[in-house]
């Protein structure tokens, strides 16, 4: 092959390789619909709190229990942590010794801290639970780009208050953590159904 004809060869595939370019470029796109990774869960599994505060309940197998390091973190405060998941649920305990003024100051305090992420959340929904062994809770669910998706409160309204929150600590979008969100609720509800005062 002549060094003109290699030149004339060259001319063609380069030719050729935008001509297609060209006719692909007319073509309709189609975008492709948006996926996120998969997550792995856990099996629930539970066990029973240590013997060391004034309520107890079961927890997951998967989850750590640790004291609230918080600046204004008081006694028997805890974080329930699932390093797998990378997310807790921070459970705030306060005695109540039959002040109803100071329980209803406490409830307002809940309230506020929910709709504390109205910016964020484009869904706030309010509910009271009611738990197999008598029970009220009152739950948050939270819809939207927020830290905490799912936030509760019980008492007996007159000795104890117990505020749990789920806590998500990736910055990652909420619908693709949709699954750990359904998980938290789930082993958030087994918390409220096993919790016992002591």
């Not at 599994?45 to 107890?56: A, G, I, N, V």
């Not at 806590?167 to 082993?187: F, G, H």
Request: glycine share 4%; with cysteine; aromatic share 14%.
């Amino acid at each position: 092959m002549g060094k003109v004809q290699f030149i004339k060869l060259i001319i063609f595939i380069a030719l050729f390789i935008i001509s297609l370019s060209c006719s692909q470029s007319n073509q309709e796109y189609t975008p492709k619909p948006r996926g996120f990774n998969r997550i792995d869960l856990p099996e629930h599994q539970y066990q029973l709190l240590p013997d060391e505060h004034p309520y107890s309940f079961e927890y997951s197998k998967d989850a750590i229990i640790q004291l609230d390091t918080f600046k204004g973190a008081e006694p028997h405060w805890i974080i329930v942590y699932y390093p797998k998941l990378n997310s807790r649920i921070q459970f705030t305990y306060k005695a109540i010794n039959n002040d109803i003024s100071r329980l209803q100051n406490m409830m307002i305090d809940a309230s506020k801290l929910a709709f504390h992420h109205d910016k964020k959340a484009y869904s706030i929904t309010d509910k009271i639970y009611l738990t197999k062994n008598g029970k009220k809770a009152v739950i948050f669910e939270l819809e939207g780009e927020v830290p905490s998706p799912y936030q509760f409160f019980v008492t007996d309204s007159t000795k104890h208050y117990l505020r749990g929150a789920v806590y998500l600590m990736t910055a990652t979008e909420n619908d693709s953590l949709r699954p750990i969100i359904d998980y938290m609720k789930v082993d958030t509800k087994h918390i409220l159904e096993t919790l016992k005062w002591k």
